[in-house]
């Protein structure tokens, strides 16, 4: 068996960072980040176009037919990117909420739980988390009326709190019985390429600066910082692409977990090689950090990961047994 990305999901990859780079690149980013988020319509609209959003609707429903894979290579790209707006939610409504799937609508998620809500204001539909529904129309006007605005540690990422909200009318998830494991893969995909970035930062970074008359890439400590980020890296590539081909809730556990370690240890890393500079808000090294901290915590957090894998272990038995056991 071949677990070898193919020549056609290589190209989807590619092309999807060609994208990228031509309608969201640094200077833009960073625009974005002086505004302070939300979601750009034209770029939305970009990205409906070339089925970032459409990418696993059959062709019949005007989609481009692909599936888990293909679409977590696509949000592994826009991770590396600091792509903003509600991507995942976005593209689990596909086909549900009209719109969506070419870009023209905006759709974010309430998870519940107590925790908050990204870019609430101006988006067209929530998804409500647990099959509860989606809002809209009057429904998600009166949802919004009873959001507050609470600091977002990524200034990229707009959040709002809801208290005491529930669903309005019922409608199916996207990919029903889904929306929060498959929501979880995909943002799994998005760190997976955030720590990648930031690999590739600090390696740059260690060659290009010199200290003593030499390359600090060229001192042990900092080989080994780069070492351990790869390291952290590929184990979570590896986790996530199984995780993509089987869909298995055990296996999307493992991959959330994983990748979440390996966007914020490798953000902190990087932040680390890059010494002073990387403190700067001129630099990009704290936006990949404020965004893999966002991230650890939406869908499925490491403790809810972790819980679900120790389940999958099986109940505990005792060690010794006998009456030696006790003593």
Known sequence: MDFQLSDDQRALRSGMRDL???????????????????????????LGGAGFFALRLPEEAGGVGLGLPEAVLLFEEAGRALLPGPLVATHLAA??????AEGEAVVTVAEGGGRPVADLVGADAVLVAGGAGVLAGEGLEAFVAGAAPVRSMDPLTPLHRVEGRSAGTAAPEAYPG????????????????????????????????????????SFQAVKHLCADMLARTEPARGALYAAAVTGDPVEI????????????????????????????????????????????????TAAEAEEILAADLGPVRPLYGGSAAHG
């Open 20 to 46: 990228l780079g031509a309608v969201f690149d640094r200077d833009r980013m960073r625009a974005a980040v002086e505004r302070r988020g939300g979601v750009d319509r034209g770029l939305w609209r970009e």
């Open 95 to 100: 086909g549900v909420v009209k719109g969506a």
């Open 178 to 217: 889904a929306l929060r494991r498959e929501g979880a893969l995909l943002t799994a995909a998005e760190q997976l390429g955030s720590a990648a970035r930031t690999t590739e930062m600090a390696v740059q970074h260690a060659g290009a600066r010199e200290q003593f008359g030499a390359p600090i890439g």
């Open 253 to 300: 556990a493992a991959a959330k977990l994983l990748a979440d370690e390996a966007a914020v240890r490798n953000a902190r890393d990087c932040l680390q090689i890059h010494g002073g500079m990387g403190f700067t808000w001129e630099a990009d090294v704290h936006l990949h950090l404020k965004r893999a901290w966002l991230r650890a915590a939406r869908w499925l």
